[in-house]
């Protein structure tokens, strides 16, 4: 009875301050979390007294799913959190674990344990609040969100920090779930989004989200519309904060990549409060993938990713499904696997980001795509990080700085570049009709160089709402007042878009393509809004502008699906990119194309 650590038992009962107790499993049981994980709750054992109110953290499931957490096995419990229940009961969360004898190297059960309550204890009654424990401390080594079982720091116990007015204990965000109601956390703020709004039929709202980390882990936030204006201008990133009274659900992991099985969602009854001491609480936790590792993760994984720009593009607008403009920015990171990878940014993020120098650039909450090969896009919950101050960024620099700097590095992602070099999925015109290009469930998507033939500059014009993310199209009121349908709004103006229908040719077939407002823009040289006033006051400018552009060279990044309609089905093909030919690099390519077929 020796190894275990006599009086552990009443200690976590009366919440008093124990340092890595030694204990025995007696039994353990898995409880399902219906749409959420399981947990396993444990009985333990100091060899005097047993417990039964122990749950396990989720975090470290996989200790009991893998046997090696089994009845009669001996641990030590490095880390744990007392949750105090409506009812008065205790309830001990471990966070961290040590197993240090299994079960198979025991002979059964040590002592003759009777059940303890906290009636039976003979030791101090509990207080209201938790007694001191070891402080958060901040992450350091290279134990970046590597799983629970680490040592956040080497400072000396220091009692927990109370909550203002002590409304509340503070807890660990790792034992929050929807059945408390009365808790406080203190975490910091590592990714703040900008508020986005919506309007739809069933009104208009607002929101932003926010992710959150403790010592013990982290949780994505949520507020809508009054919680917007309360709490959005006082929550600043990187900042430390009491966050008190929100509302738990499960955690939709589709559009997350926050490692907690729920997500929290601010009311009327939360309040979040400023923390002046903050030193102790960790920076942020990521789980950093190798770029290599990239090609062997499931499309739509939400991952982090840490490398070097290689290389960045300049800023593009696109139009998307719904007709919204957006701007886009990729870059080039490569990391010591020596493989490189496209990240695309979006919004504010692509205009601001300076490439520079060629950074370290870490992203938390990157969304792995199959598009071109294999890549990567920023969301509206992912974090970007400019030279971030951690051990991997340091240790990157050092390797590139020495010999990475001399690679170019094998791609995962298909190269797009003006002229054609690269792996870009090159194609003649006649290549996709007989290849039967779109005929399969995906869209496909192709490059080629070919000439605009025809422009059909009939309906290429239409006037739509004026709102910044809406493109839909107006109608006139005849009252100086244009309606939007969908913003379910009247504007005194409009902005003009452009939707162009071209032909173009190479020398083995043609294709009519659909040009939404960039790509048009592109190739008839004029914006929108100088061609719509062209047209109502000078048509035959306007004409020549469309005379001018025909029979120029262009590479085009198309996107063709077999679409029905009216039960006629036929092949859509969209141009996503076009830009002027780079002879140099096309020349390239064509020379690369016959030493290939000469060695045939």
Known sequence: MAILTDGAIEALLTDNKIR????????????????????FRLAMSDGKHSMSSIMLSTQLNCLAEDNQLAPFCICVIKKHVTNLLKDGRRIIVILEIDIIKSAEQTSGRIGDPV??????????????????????????????????????????????????GGISKIVPI???????????????????????????????????????VDESGEIRVTGFNQEVDK??????????????????????????????????????ESTIIPCEDSSDVPMGQCDFVSIGELENRDKDTILDVIGVCKSVDEVTRITTKTNREVTKRTLSLMDMSGKLVTLTLWGEEAEKFDGSGQPIVAIKGA????????????????????????????????????????????????????????????????DVKNEHLGHGEKADYYSCIATIVYLRKESCLYQACPSQDCNKKVVDQNNGMFRCEKCDKEFPNFKYRLILSANIADHGDN??????????????????????????????????????????????????????????SRIKATVMDVKPVDHKEYSKRLIMNIRKLAVQ
């Open 174 to 212: 790792a034992s929050l779930n929807p059945y408390q109601s009365k808790w406080t956390i203190r975490a910091r703020v590592t990714n703040k989004s900008n508020i986005r709004t919506w309007s739809n039929s069933r009104g208009d709202g607002k929101l932003f989200s926010m992710e959150i």
């Open 20 to 39: 890595d107790p030694v204990l025995q499993v007696l039994n353990i049981r898995k409880i399902e979390g219906g749409n959420g994980a399981a947990r």
């Open 367 to 430: 969304k792995l795509s199959d598009f071109g090969g294999c890549s990567l896009s920023a969301s509206f919950s992912s974090t970007l990080m400019i030279n971030p101050d951690i051990p991997e960024a340091y240790k990157l620099r050092g390797w590139y700085d020495k010999e990475g700097h001399a690679m170019d590095g094998q791609s995962l992602t298909e190269v797009r570049s003006g002229g054609g070099g690269g792996n870009t999925n090159w194609k003649s015109l006649s």
């Open 511 to 568: 294709q009519w393509v659909t040009c939404f407002q960039e790509a048009a823009e592109a190739i008839l040289g004029q914006n929108a809004a100088y061609l719509g006033q062209l047209k109502d006051s000078n048509e035959s400018a306007f004409d020549e502008i469309f005379q001018q552009a025909n029979f120029n060279n262009f590479v085009f990044r198309n996107r063709v699906k077999l679409e029905t309609y009216n039960d006629e």
């Open 231 to 268: 709490f959005y201008s006082l929550v600043e990133l990187g900042k430390v904060y009491y966050i008190s009274k929100g509302s738990l659900k499960i955690a939709n992991k589709q559009y997350t990549s926050v490692k907690n099985d729920y997500e929290m969602t601010l009311n009327g």
């Open 115 to 164: 059940p303890c309550t906290e009636g039976q204890s003979k030791g101090p009654q509990s207080a209201p609040y938790p007694a001191a424990r070891p402080p958060l401390q901040t992450q350091n080594g290279n134990d970046v969100n590597r799983g629970f079982n680490r040592d956040f720091g080497k400072k000396p116990p220091s009692s927990m920090p109370s909550t203002p």
